[in-house]
């Protein structure tokens, strides 16, 4: 393990060490446990951006889909795409009537 300082309000030191003493946990356990938890979905969330993004590229879901897993417009999904060089998708004619029927 390797030690560290953080500097904490009044307030937040007071809450830690009120879960501490109800939790039977250590100052350190709590804030491991934060900083694992915290760490853990933003490594969970570019994980899911990834796969949306190879599934993107390789056609299995459309800009707008891709929009919607990343949590953005469809302009900034296009920006998104266009910042990573990857080519925008154009739906074939039978696709755009499959969408029509569905939608």
């Given at each position: 393990?390797?030690?560290?300082?953080?500097?904490?309000?009044?307030?937040q030191?007071?809450?830690?060490?009120?879960?501490?003493?109800?939790?039977?946990?250590?100052?350190?356990?709590?804030?491991?446990?934060?900083?694992?938890?915290?760490?853990?979905?933003?490594?969970?969330?570019?994980?899911r951006?990834?796969?949306?993004?190879e599934?993107?590229?390789?056609?299995?879901?459309?800009?707008?889909?891709?929009?919607?897993?990343l949590?953005?417009?469809?302009?900034?999904?296009?920006s998104?795409?266009?910042?990573?060089?990857?080519?925008?998708?154009?739906?074939?004619?039978?696709?755009?009537?499959?969408?029509?029927?569905?939608?």
């Open positions: 393990m390797k030690r560290t300082n953080i500097m904490l309000t009044d307030d030191h007071r809450r830690l060490k009120s879960s501490s003493k109800k939790e039977g946990r250590t100052l350190g356990e709590i804030d491991r446990g934060a900083v694992d938890t915290a760490y853990e979905k933003k490594d969970s969330i570019e994980h951006k990834h796969i949306a993004l599934a993107y590229k390789e056609g299995f879901i459309s800009l707008g889909k891709l929009a919607e897993t949590g953005v417009d469809i302009v900034s999904a296009r998104y795409l266009k910042e990573r060089n990857i080519p925008l998708r154009m739906q074939e004619p039978h696709e755009i009537a499959r969408d029509a029927v569905n939608a």
